[in-house]
């Protein structure tokens, strides 16, 4: 049986700067939702589903290329809060967001009319929700320098290292094709650079896993 959600007090990280009004408005119009494994949450920008309030689980937000190439944008876990599942929020944007669930996930669901309320009723969370804002840009940014100006064998170092970190492990569960959806490329080319990696020995690669076996290599490539 699960076990119950949290509550909004736990997770929402400006909870106490909210009077009691908003935080009775929140109690109310939020939304539990729980979600199996490679769930589609957000398809592009034709939907507005509200702020996604992680509980647990791992989501991961991407974008998608005309051709059908998927790169990841970033991940979001415990206590983070999603903005670009709420993309009518953000006037400016320009670009089709995709959201899925890697893990089976947990989370609260902000509608985004209550959102922009709080926003204007409460400087904290209007200040919070541009730090954010801003926050993920600059993850963004970062990303679009690194496929700009990283090799890709640095690129594909960089993410095993992230993935076992946030794993915990150094065998990994992660196919050539989810692997290129993440870094934004071809599976063949992730293939190539496995295969390299491999005979390098930095890597062992099994069918749908890549196990580490020498990180220092590997740190060796990116810096």
């Not at 049986?1 to 007090?9: A, H, Q, R």
């Not at 490679?38 to 998608?64: H, K, P, W």
């Not at 670009?84 to 509608?111: G, N, Y």
């Not at 919070?128 to 970062?142: D, G, I, K, N």
Request: net charge negative; charged share 25%.
């Amino acid at each position: 049986m699960d076990k119950p959600m949290k509550g909004l007090e736990s997770l929402f990280p400006i909870w106490q700067a909210l009077n009691d009004a908003q935080r009775a408005k929140l109690l109310i119009d939020a939304t539990p939702r729980s979600v199996e494994k490679d769930t589609v949450l957000m398809n592009g920008s034709a939907d507005c589903v509200g702020l996604f309030l992680i509980e647990s689980g791992q989501l991961r937000t991407y974008i998608v290329s005309d051709e059908g190439k998927e790169i990841t944008l970033y991940r979001l876990f415990e206590r983070d809060i999603c903005l670009f599942s709420a993309s009518c929020l953000i006037a400016s944007l320009q670009f089709d967001i995709w959201v899925e669930a890697e893990k089976q996930s947990r989370f609260w669901v902000l509608p985004v009319s209550t959102y922009e309320n709080l926003m204007e009723s409460s400087p904290v969370v209007a200040n919070y929700t541009s730090e954010l804002m801003a926050s993920r840009f600059s993850e963004v940014m970062w990303l679009m320098e690194q496929i700009l100006f990283k090799r890709f064998d640095s690129r594909l170092a960089s993410f095993l290292l992230d993935e076992s970190a946030v794993e915990g492990a150094l065998a990994l569960s992660l196919t050539h094709e989810r692997i290129a959806n993440h870094l934004g490329t071809a599976r063949e080319v992730v293939t190539r650079m496995l295969k390299y990696f491999q005979e390098e020995g930095m890597v062992k690669l099994a069918r749908g896993k890549v196990c580490l076996i020498n990180e220092q290599k590997l740190n060796k490539l990116i810096t």
